[in-house]
C-alpha cells in the first residue's frame, strides 16, 4: 500500500536538529508574523476582553429574547414550546377517561396555546400528531378525535388503546394525570378532496377515530356510512347499528351453541363515550349511519355488507350526486391487509400500493380506496 502523506502533517516531521538555512527561514517566518501582529505581547489580552464583550452581548440578546417570548409571546417561531412538527413540546395529561379495559381517552393541553390552533385542521380530513415516549426515544402517531363542544376545541383527546408490551401506549397509559406528555405535529394523514359526496368507513377498533375525524369535518354535507368492527363490546358499550346486520344460519347456530352474548342496550349514561361521540354526529348529520360489528357476538362486517353499504349510498340519481365516492379504511395492519390490501414502502415513505384484499374483488365502480 502506497503511504501518503497529507499537506497539513509534513511540519509534524520537521527534523529536530536544523541546519543553519532552516535556522534563517524559521527567524524569517516569525519576523514575518511579528510585523503583521501589531502588538503580539497584547493580543491575548485583547482577544479575552473583546469575547468577554462578546460573551456579554449574547447573554444580553439571549436575555432579552427569552423575556419578552416568555412574557408577550412575541417571538412564538422560535419558541421551544410552541406546537410544531419537528421538535417535541410538552403538554399537560389533564383527564383520563376509561373507555374499555384495553383503551382510554387521554385529554391533553397546553395553557398557552394559542386560540384555534387546530380549527383549521378539524376541517382538512384526518390528521394525527406524534408522541414521544422519552426514555425509549421512540414516538407513535395517534388521531386526535373532535371536540365535544367549543370549550374543548383546544386541547388534544385522544382514544388509546394499551397494546400488550406496547412502548409508547403502555406508557401514556402509565402516565398519572397532570404529567407532561411530549408531541410533536400535527401532520395530515389525509386530505379530502373539495368535491366528496359520498364515504363508505371501513375501521377497526382505535380506527374509528379518524372516521370521527373525517364525520365532523364534513358535517352535514355528505352521506356516511360507517361500519366499525370490534373485537369485544365493552369496546363499542350501547352502540346500536342504523341497519341491523342479520346473521346467516351458520352464525345463528353457532350463537346458539356458543352461548355468544347478545348486544346489550344501554341507556345514555352506560354508553362509551366514542359511541356518545358518534351519536352526536348522527344528529348533526342524518345522512350519517353508524354499524357496529362485534367479534365476540359473531357479528363480522362481510363483503355484501360493503357492498350494501356501497349501494345504499349510490342510489341518488346521477345529476345529484357528482363528486367523489371514497371508501376509507382504517385500522390495525391486518384489517387494512385484509380488506385492501398492504400499503408499500417506496423511497422511504408509505404509499397506497396497488388495491388487494377482499375490496380489490368487489365491483367498486367509480368509488376511490384509500388506506390510513
Ligand atoms: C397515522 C396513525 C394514527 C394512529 N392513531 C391511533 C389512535 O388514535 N389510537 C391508537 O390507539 N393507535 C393509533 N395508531 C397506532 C399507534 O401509532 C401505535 O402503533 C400503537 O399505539 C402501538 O404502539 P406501541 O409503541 O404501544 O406498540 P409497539 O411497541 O410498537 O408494539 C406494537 C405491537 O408489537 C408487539 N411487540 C412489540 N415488541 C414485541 C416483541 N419483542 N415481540 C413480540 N411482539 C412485540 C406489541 O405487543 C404490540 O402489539 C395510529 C397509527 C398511525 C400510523
Known sequence: ???????GFQSSIRPRTLTSNQYLILRRDFAIKQHTTSNVHNAPIKAKRSSIR???T????????????SHFNILSFSSPESLNDLTFTPFALTNKETVSSTSAIFTLSQSHIPFGTFDQWWK???????????????????????????????VLRLLVRKERRGEVSGYLHRRPQGADVEIRGPAIEYELPENVDQIVFLAGGTGVAPAIQVAYALGDKVRISVLWANRSREDCVGGQSD??????????????????????DASGSDKSLIVKQLDSLKQANKALTVDYFVDEENTYIQPQIVRKAVAQTSNE???VSKGKKIILVSGPEGFINHWAGPKQWLNGREVQGPLGGAL????????????L
Open 243 to 264: 341497519d341491523p346486520y342479520t346473521p346467516g344460519w351458520y352464525a345463528s347456530l353457532k350463537d346458539f351453541f356458543a352461548n355468544t352474548p347478545q348486544p346489550r
Open 1 to 7: 500500500m502506497r503511504c501518503i502523506t497529507r499537506p
Open 54 to 56: 462578546g460573551f456579554a
Open 317 to 319: 340519481p346521477a345529476s
Open 58 to 69: 449574547g447573554l444580553f440578546f439571549f436575555g432579552t429574547g427569552w423575556f419578552l417570548n
Open 360 to 371: 380489490s374483488h368487489m365491483d367498486l365502480k367509480d368509488w376511490q380506496v384509500v388506506k
Open 124 to 154: 382538512k380530513g384526518v390528521w394525527s400528531i406524534d408522541i414521544k415516549q422519552p426514555q425509549l426515544q421512540i414516538a407513535r402517531a395517534y388521531t386526535p378525535l373532535p371536540p365535544l363542544d367549543a370549550s374543548d376545541s383546544d
